[in-house]
T-cell receptor
C-alpha cells in the first residue's frame, strides 16, 4: 500500500510569513494526526481528526495554527503568522479505526516537512 | 508535557552487541508502542504491547512492560549498523472522547561497525 504522503519536504520562510503543509493519508485510514517535532525532542500532537471531525486540538496554538480535513481524506496545516519557535519538522500520521479507539492501532507516518523560520 | 521518558538519551554500541532502552511513564495506559526514526525520516512503528501483556517479541526485538513500575524496555539483539536510529516510546491514554498517543523524547542509538 502507498504510504502517507506529505509536501513540501522542506520550507524556509521569514518570521511573520504564512506557510501551509499538505498530507495525504493511507487510503481508508479514518484517523489523521499532525505532530510537531522540534529538533532533539519527540513528536508533540497538534491535532487529531477522525474522518473530517476534530477529536483533539488541545495543543494547537489556535491564534496562529489552523488545520482542516475536507471530505475526510487530505489535510492541510497552516501557520499564519510564523514565529522563530515554529521551526520544526511537521509530521502527518494516519491510522485505521479499530474497536477501542484510534490509539489502539499503530500510526503510519509520512517523512514530514522540515520548516525553518528565519 | 511528555508522558514517557526514555533512558538513556544516547547509546553507542558495537555491531553484534545487544541494545536495551528503557521507558518510564506517569499515568495508567491502554497500551505502549515503540517507534524507530531514521535521520530525516518519519517514525516507523515497531511493536505495540497492551497493558495486560508483559512481554512481546518481533524478530530481534523484545519488549517488556511492567505496569506496577510504569516502565517498559526495548531490547534489540545482535545489533546491526542499520539499527542506528532514534527510538521512541509512545503511551496510549484514554482522555475523554479522544484516544491520545504521547511520545517520549527518545533514545539515540548508534551501532558502530
Amino acid at each position: 500500500e502507498a504510504g502517507v504522503a506529505q509536501s513540501p519536504r522542506y520550507k524556509i520562510i521569514e518570521k511573520r510569513q504564512s506557510v501551509a503543509f499538505w498530507c495525504n493519508p493511507i487510503s481508508g485510514h479514518a484517523t489523521l494526526y499532525w505532530y510537531q517535532q522540534i529538533l532533539g525532542q519527540g513528536p508533540k500532537l497538534l491535532i487529531q481528526f477522525q474522518n473530517n471531525g476534530v477529536v483533539d486540538d488541545s495543543q494547537l496554538p489556535k491564534d496562529r495554527f489552523s488545520a482542516e480535513r475536507l471530505k475526510g481524506v487530505d489535510s492541510t496545516l497552516k501557520i499564519q503568522p510564523a514565529k522563530l519557535e515554529d521551526s520544526a519538522v511537521y509530521l502527518c500520521a494516519s491510522s485505521p479505526t479499530r474497536g477501542g479507539g484510534a490509539a489502539n492501532s499503530p500510526l503510519h507516518f509520512g517523512n514530514g516537512t522540515r520548516l525553518t523560520v528565519t | 508535557s511528555q508522558q514517557g521518558e526514555e533512558d538513556p538519551q544516547a547509546l553507542s554500541i558495537q555491531e553484534g552487541e545487544n541494545a536495551t532502552m528503557n521507558c518510564s511513564y506517569k499515568t495508567s495506559i491502554n497500551n505502549l508502542q515503540w517507534y524507530r526514526q531514521n535521520s530525516g525520516r518519519g517514525l516507523v512503528h515497531l511493536i505495540l504491547i497492551r497493558s495486560n501483556e508483559r512481554e512481546k517479541h518481533s524478530g530481534r526485538l523484545r519488549v517488556t512492560l511492567d505496569t506496577s513500575k510504569k516502565s517498559s524496555s526495548l531490547l534489540i539483539t545482535a545489533s546491526r549498523a542499520a539499527d542506528t536510529a532514534s527510538y521512541f516510546c509512545a503511551t496510549a491514554l484514554v482522555s475523554g472522547s479522544a484516544r491520545q498517543l504521547t511520545f517520549g523524547s527518545g533514545t539515540q542509538l548508534t551501532v558502530l561497525p
